[in-house]
């Protein structure tokens, strides 16, 4: 089963959404966190779409988290989570629990934010939607 992910961020930090978005059979899971940031929102998502059972390829619009699954974290992980420069990674509680659940499991897809694909377009709604529900 394909999926597409989001998180967005009012603020960075601020209030933030995800979303988890299913065009085949109409699957959504989404939620919000009071103070976040981007980059947490869309992991999160990620998340959330790996622990979802029959997930097999997950679409994110975040550079960060494509490359963060399928490249990064496997030398993250070899150098005791610290990046190429000696620093430690950002956000390794949300990399770790990424890690728990086998990235190399997943085809993980970037597509190009705000280019007027419907599904992205869908998502990223879902995503915005979690963030009003905050105000």
């Not at 998502?45 to 029959?54: C, N, S, V, Y």
């Amino acid at each position: 089963m394909k999926v597409w992910t989001d998180g967005s961020c009012h603020g960075n930090p601020g209030k933030g959404g995800w979303a988890v978005w299913c065009p085949e059979n109409g699957l959504v899971k989404s939620g919000g966190h009071t103070s976040t940031t981007n980059n947490r929102m869309e992991m999160t998502a990620i998340i959330e779409a790996m622990q979802t059972p029959g997930v097999t390829d997950i679409v994110t619009d975040s550079m960060y988290c494509m490359q963060g699954c399928n490249n990064w974290i496997f030398s993250w992980i070899k150098k005791g989570w610290k990046t190429a420069s000696g620093k430690p990674v950002k956000n390794m509680d949300l990399w770790k629990q990424i890690e728990d659940l086998d990235p190399s499991k997943f085809k993980i897809t970037w597509v190009k934010a705000h280019a007027g694909n419907p599904d992205n377009e869908k998502v990223d709604k879902l995503a915005n939607l979690e963030i009003e529900k905050l105000h």
